[in-house]
T-cell receptor, first 112, second 111 residues
Framework: EPEVTQTPSHQVTQMGQEVILRCVPI?????FYWYRQILGQKVEFLVS????????KSEIFDDQFSVERPDGSNFTLKIRSTKLEDSAMYFC??????????FGQGTRLTVV | ELKVEQNPLFLSMQEGKNYTIYCNYS?????LYWYRQDPGKSLESLFV?????AVKQEGRLMASLDTKARLSTLHITAAVHDLSATYFC???????????FGKGTRLHILP
């Protein structure tokens, strides 16, 4: 069965550093998403991406965040200058036209 | 804006008992998902419900969807300790782009 792949599974970074979280969506999917889950809390929508541009973003997705689909297969989330409160599990998801969404296994980001 | 409300948020129950988790949402939906999450782990997809009256069962878990009432339920039959986890419902609104999650129900099953 096709799956969404995220790397790394765990990333530790120092506060103020830039991090890039990577996702390989299911091929032929058109819509891509990033979600965040702070430990023990709900899964929060960050951003959706379609047709090479952001289609919607939440208030969490401020200027420190950016997304990119650099090569037609990867979908990345960049945090420019990490803060302690960015520590969370980050999930990538993708779906096709009128299909269900599939989530990746997540990247646990720890900012120290 | 779409609201997704789960209740209860925390449930402690004895093995062997039955219980139901409720998921209410505030707008029309294309799909409704149920996920299981173990502590520190990823989301495990349990069910995807597409249409009114849909019912799906896997082992001791059964999910149903009533689109008119905007309500989905996850029923646990004869609970066992291994079902202890957090369960999330998530709604895929009609015509919208993003999936919205409920706050999750933390289920603790006592042996």
């Amino acid at each position: 069965e096709p799956e969404v792949t995220q790397t790394p599974s765990h990333q530790v970074t120092q506060m103020g550093q830039e991090v890039i979280l990577r996702c390989v969506p299911i091929s032929n999917h058109l819509y891509f998403y990033w979600y965040r889950q702070i430990l023990g809390q709900k899964v929060e929508f960050l951003v959706s991406f379609y047709n090479n541009e952001i289609s919607e973003k939440s208030e969490i997705f401020d200027d420190q965040f950016s997304v990119e689909r650099p090569d037609g297969s990867n979908f990345t989330l960049k945090i420019r200058s990490t803060k302690l409160e960015d520590s969370a599990m980050y999930f990538c998801a993708s779906r096709g036209m009128n299909t269900e969404a599939f989530f990746g296994q997540g990247t646990r980001l720890t900012v120290v | 804006e779409l609201k997704v409300e789960q209740n209860p948020l925390f449930l402690s129950m004895q093995e062997g008992k039955n219980y139901t988790i409720y998921c209410n949402y505030s707008t029309t939906s294309d799909r409704l998902y149920w996920y299981r999450q173990d502590p520190g782990k990823s989301l495990e997809s349990l069910f995807v419900l597409l249409s009114n009256g849909a019912v799906k069962q896997e082992g001791r878990l059964m999910a149903s969807l009533d689109t008119k009432a905007r309500l989905s339920t996850l029923h646990i039959t004869a609970a066992v300790h291994d079902l202890s986890a957090t369960y999330f419902c998530a709604v895929d609104p009609a015509g919208d782009d993003k999936i919205i999650f409920g706050k999750g129900t933390r289920l603790h099953i006592l042996p």
